[in-house]
């Protein structure tokens, strides 16, 4: 049997993606479950499996939260008459006795239950993400909680800011904005509590991912339109409601007292009449992924040098803040290298090319879109610092009662609107298909595997435009970003936000090249922000054509190798039927190899 037919069969018996089955433990210490309840067990990887596996190790101390959730008996009293929308007890995090955080006007009997010996009673993990392991904790009381245990990914750093951020975040759209989000009981940036693990421990939401309804790929007809438009309107009127808000800076939200006292003394937003909220939060420095992952490397002082945050009146600082902080790693990098002091072998090729391509950005950057263009409608508004949720998706959507409760805020930053990217369940970057009769000369005459692609263009095209379509609804005055000129703009910036392997820098420098033949009429229309007509990066000939050459091999390589996609990742269902059927192989070496044949039987024998 060929590859491509295991791989058939591999599909058949696997559904992907699947959750691993939930997995509990008792409290006690003898439980012979107790070290896989910590491992990560959602997929494998073909290469480096035993480091990626360990980075996702969420091991924390089980009789540390138990003794966490006695101690909130202590300051229950607190929260007794507090009212959800914020005319009530509330107060800034409290300090408890091990180092973690309280928010007490969550401490309510309705979160907690009306139990006067609060304790837990067990511990289910239910979800292993892409950048935390959620857990079930069910209490005496009858109620239950989820503790999330983020991954050791990123620095020790960008871990705690981003629990802070995404706990002020949080805690904003509930009280400020009356949002549908989980509440937060109590957390810890740091290790140094009972659990000896940072985490968030919140509101546990019951009920099905709206996710369940969106089928991205059904055939048109009214009522799958309908039903694809179900998921769609809600997620556009959640964001409506946040970005409500105009705020006075770009960066990200954090409680008063984590931001550095330089920046304490400015509101966040103007206009806030409630005193129980004004002093609340403040903005700090973004959290936004790429000042965080891969960035390893890189000093704390290094990356506080470009994550802002930025005065409202510069929107451009934001995009050399992406070229700059890539241009330092790829600078450390190679210096790391060359000094022979790389912890791993580097492409130094590679390094210089990225090094290149990021000045290129640099360069860019104040010139691609004009924040003051008559031909961008509403560019004022536009332009405006809005709080952006780069997880909204349907996965991260529970459905209790018929209403959408929104979960996952990591990586929440304040930026202008025009630089947001569409959410990734309806984005689409390939080439456009708006009818396939009308797009796709002699479509009918094609053969059947080109007619499936253009069909699955159609159909990633279709999804777009109804988010578009949604949004045009609700925010017609934001609705400029939908401009294909628009797009090609601030693609290269992007492309920046996106960087998930060392090549994918060719994407930044493609979305720059492109450019260039658009340019003259950018110009002439004052969209973008030159009024040079010469293109601000001078290609020669002999780079154009390594770039190109480049940037077709990485396409290829993806195409023909298994799993490029997700960076080696197999969904573990599937890695199992594959291995067990000759197709995923050990090296010998800690890692596996796809075999495109199974060995004959005589060649096991021998």
Not at 149 to 177: C, G, H, M, R, W
Not at 407 to 419: G, H, R, S
Not at 501 to 527: C, F, G, P, R
Request: with cysteine; net charge negative.
């Amino acid at each position: 049997m060929s590859l491509a037919g295991k791989f058939q069969i591999a599909r058949l018996q696997s559904t992907l993606p699947k959750e691993p089955s939930e997995i509990l433990t008792q409290l006690g210490t003898n439980d012979p479950k107790r070290n896989e309840f910590f491992q990560y067990s959602w997929g494998s990887w073909i290469k480096d499996d035993k480091l990626q596996k360990a980075k996702r190790a969420t091991v924390f101390s089980i009789e540390g939260i138990s003794t966490l959730v006695k101690d909130f008996l202590d300051i229950k009293s607190d929260s007794k008459n507090f009212d959800r929308t914020g005319a009530g007890v509330v107060k800034p995090p409290t300090t408890l006795k091990d180092g973690s955080f309280a928010l007490t006007n969550n401490m309510t009997k309705e979160l907690l239950g009306d139990s006067n010996d609060l304790a837990v009673k067990s511990i289910a993990s239910i979800h292993e993400g892409k950048h935390h392991r959620v857990y079930k904790v069910s209490l005496s009381s009858g109620k239950d909680l989820v503790l999330r245990i983020p991954y050791k990914l990123e620095s020790d750093s960008a871990i705690s800011q981003k629990i802070k951020s995404e706990v002020a975040t949080l805690d904003f759209l509930n009280l400020k904005l009356g949002l549908n989000v989980p509440r937060v009981v109590a957390y810890s940036p740091t290790k140094s509590n009972m659990l000896e693990s940072p985490y968030i421990l919140m509101e546990y939401v019951p009920g099905d991912l709206l996710m369940k309804s969106w089928n991205p790929l059904v055939q048109d007809s009214e009522e799958n339109i309908e039903q694809l438009k179900s998921v769609v309107k809600p997620i556009v009127e959640f964001q409506d409601k946040v970005n409500s808000v105009v705020f006075n800076k770009f960066g990200s939200l954090y409680f008063h007292d984590d931001v550095p006292m330089s920046q304490q003394s400015d509101l966040p937003y103007d206009g806030e009449t409630n005193p129980l909220l004004k002093n609340r939060w403040r903005i700090g420095s973004s959290i936004e992924k790429v000042f965080a992952k891969n960035k390893n490397l890189l000093s704390e002082k290094t990356i506080n040098q470009y994550n802002g945050p930025w005065d409202a009146s510069k929107p451009e600082q934001l995009i050399e803040s992406v070229a700059n902080i890539e241009l330092e790693n790829a600078k450390n990098r190679l210096s790391l290298a060359q000094a022979d002091a790389s912890h791993k072998v580097e492409n130094v090729e590679e390094l210089e090319n990225q090094i290149t391509t990021f000045e290129h950005l640099k360069t860019m950057a104040p010139k691609l879109i004009n924040p003051k263009s008559s031909a961008i409608m509403n560019v004022e508004d536009l332009f405006k610092p809005r709080l952006y949720l780069p997880d909204l998706d349907p996965l991260n959507v529970i459905m209790k009662d018929g209403a959408p409760y929104f979960v996952d805020f990591e990586y929440a930053c304040i930026k202008p609107f025009i630089l947001t990217n569409y959410p990734i369940f309806v984005a689409y970057n390939g080439g456009k298909v708006f009818d396939l009769e009308q797009d796709v000369p002699e479509f009918d005459e094609l053969e059947e595997l080109e007619q499936q692609q253009y069909k699955f263009m159609y159909l990633k095209t279709r999804n777009e435009r109804l988010w578009e379509t949604e949004l045009n609804n609700i925010r017609h005055d934001l609705i400029a970003v939908a401009s294909p000129h628009i797009k090609a703009l601030k693609s290269p910036y992007l492309q920046a936000l996106e960087l998930k392997t060392d090549k994918d820098y060719l994407y930044v420098e493609s979305s720059i090249v492109q450019l260039q033949a658009m340019w003259d009429a950018y110009v002439a229309n004052e969209l973008c922000n030159s009024k040079e007509t010469e293109f601000p990066i001078k290609y020669d000939e002999r780079f154009l054509d390594g770039y190109e050459t480049a940037l077709y091999e990485y396409q290829m390589e993806h195409v023909s190798a298994p799993f490029a996609a997700t960076g080696g990742w197999v969904p573990q269902d599937m890695f199992a039927n594959l291995k067990a059927a000759g197709v995923i192989v050990e090296d010998g070496e800690g890692n596996y190899k796809i075999v495109h044949e199974q060995p004959s039987a005589d060649a096991k024998e021998n």
